[in-house]
């Protein structure tokens, strides 16, 4: 079977100095309707994995990052690639594109078969098949199995009203088939690495977390499943010798959730002799003294930590389950070995104020990471935040259909503090190199100021242009 696999734009991208649609175009009012994520430009490993699993079943399969392509080359490159089936991954951020990239291979090969999985389909479905007729199979959480019986049925003709992971429409009615069992052997799959090159690797599949904003329980469920070290290292192996890759990032929800696995894969690391450097996602209370060292010595050079906030109350809210405290030890710690350290901090959680947002500030001064990333809350599908607001009646469960934005940004705290918690973190900087090795510590009289200097002369008033934040009008609301 002829399959293309493919990752949609967020919407139609028109060409510069080219006017935008109206329908599927870029947000209304959005000035400079620029995709900033970087990560999303990166084709997704999970569409990488499907196209593995269906090249290593014989099949004939095509990969195409469309990502960031005007809308008129999408329509030239598609016209030249009639498949028998079209399989798409859809985020929150890119469901108009994926939509508007449905209708035009439905338009352009009315006979092939369309399926979309991903995490916002995943957990909206049935309002996803409803809102794109063009659309004929959701291919919920995991895929690699459900994606292979997929093309089985199709080859042999068979009816999909009953296929486990999947929700299709045939003769015009929607069919919801039985929930899929996870797999149990990762190993078993084919690598992405056997047939694509990629700077991204993901490992282990779940977070043992339990945040309140994260979709990683909806995609996983809630228990974490791991590739084996050899699996890991073979894989890292065809990268660095087979592709050439000198940088690697491991962008597990939490890498080093199993500290034994971890210290296997570095020593294995070291022992193959394989030459690069890497980076990884991971928590506070995954890491330790000798894990870190091992980790260096295996090439790891930054660290990413979810931290959120500095504050625990708000680490409680959002059920974090870390302490300032062992955030502040651990970036010590991990200093001193020679990593690079990143902070993923957010404000606008539940229960924010003035006060909380100056603990996080406090807790970057104490900590002094290399770089901090600070981002308003934003609010996806398949979270406990997103049901908490539905049920509240603080949003409609359609407001990603009905409402033209990229994603919903919301500031759940006291909504009194909203401007000056905003200036705050807007005169921090929403993505900011703090603190570089071979560099004296920010002062008031360095033009990277420290953040206590900072936390004093920030003004109140109105919130700081320099902040891009996205807050739907009507959806700004206090908690006190």
């Known amino acids: 079977m002829r399959i293309v696999m493919l990752h949609a734009p967020p919407w139609k991208i028109p060409r510069p100095g080219e006017r935008s649609e109206a329908a599927d175009g870029p ?3 959005a000035e400079r309707p620029l995709i900033q994520d970087a990560d999303f430009c990166t084709i997704p490993y999970g569409l990488l994995s499907l196209a593995a699993q269906a090249l290593r079943a014989g099949h004939e399969v095509e990969v195409l990052n469309l990502s960031v392509f005007p809308w008129a080359e999408i329509e ?6 009639p498949a028998e089936l079209y399989g798409l991954n859809c985020l929150t951020i890119n469901r108009r594109g994926v939509m508007a990239v449905a209708r035009l291979v439905r338009q352009l090969h009315a006979a092939t078969h369309i399926a979309v999985g991903g995490p916002h389909v995943t957990a909206l479905p049935d309002q996803f098949l409803a809102a794109c007729p063009a659309v004929d199979t959701i291919v919920r959480c995991e895929g690699e199995a459900t994606f292979l019986e997929l093309i089985e049925r199709l080859e042999r003709g068979q009816p999909l009203a009953n296929l486990a992971g999947a929700v299709v429409r045939q003769q015009g009615e929607i069919h919801v088939g039985p929930d899929r069992e996870p797999i149990r052997d990762l190993d078993g799959l084919a690598s992405p690495l056997d047939y694509f090159r990629s700077h991204i690797l993901i490992t282990s599949r779940g977070c043992p977390g339990q945040c309140t904003f994260c979709n990683s ?8 499943r791991f590739h084996s070290p ?7 192996e065809r990268a660095v010798q087979g ?3 000198r940088f690697l990032s491991i962008k597990d929800d939490t890498f080093t959730a199993d500290r034994p696995r971890a210290l296997a894969i570095c020593r294995g690391i070291v022992e193959r002799k394989l030459n690069f450097v890497w980076s990884c996602d991971t928590r506070a209370d995954a890491l330790d003294d000798e894990l870190l060292v091992a980790m260096r010595r295996a090439g790891c050079r930054l660290l990413s930590l979810g931290v959120e906030s500095g504050s625990p109350e708000i680490l409680a809210n959002i059920k974090k ?3 300032p405290q062992r955030v502040i030890d651990v970036t010590r710690m991990a200093k001193r070995y020679g990593f690079q350290v990143r902070f993923y901090m957010m404000w606008g959680n539940r229960g924010e104020t003035v006060g909380t947002i100056r603990q996080s500030l406090e807790l970057i001064e104490a900590a002094r990471p290399n770089q901090v990333l600070f981002t308003l809350l ?10 908490l607001l539905v049920q509240q009646g603080a949003i409609r469960d359609d407001i990603f259909l009905t409402e033209d934005i990229p994603t919903l940004k919301f500031f ?3 909504s009194h503090d909203f401007h000056q918690i905003r200036q705050l973190v807007g005169r921090f900087e929403p993505c900011g190199e703090i603190w570089w090795y071979g560099q004296p510590p920010p002062s008031s009289t360095s033009p990277r100021r420290g953040v206590r200097d900072r936390l004093e002369r920030a003004p109140t008033g109105e919130a700081s242009p320099c902040l891009n934040a996205v807050i739907p009008v009507g959806y700004a609301h206090g908690r006190k």
């Open 412 to 414: 759940l705290g006291d």
């Open 378 to 387: 934003s609010i996806y599908p398949g979270t406990e935040e997103y049901d």
């Open 243 to 245: 592709h050439g890759q």
């Open 321 to 323: 389950r870390i302490t």
């Open 76 to 81: 030239q490159v598609l016209q030249t690639r």
């Open 217 to 224: 329980q909806t995609m996983w469920t809630r228990r974490v």
């Open 230 to 236: 050899t699996y890991v290292l073979d894989m890292l």
């Open 27 to 29: 947000p209304a009012g």
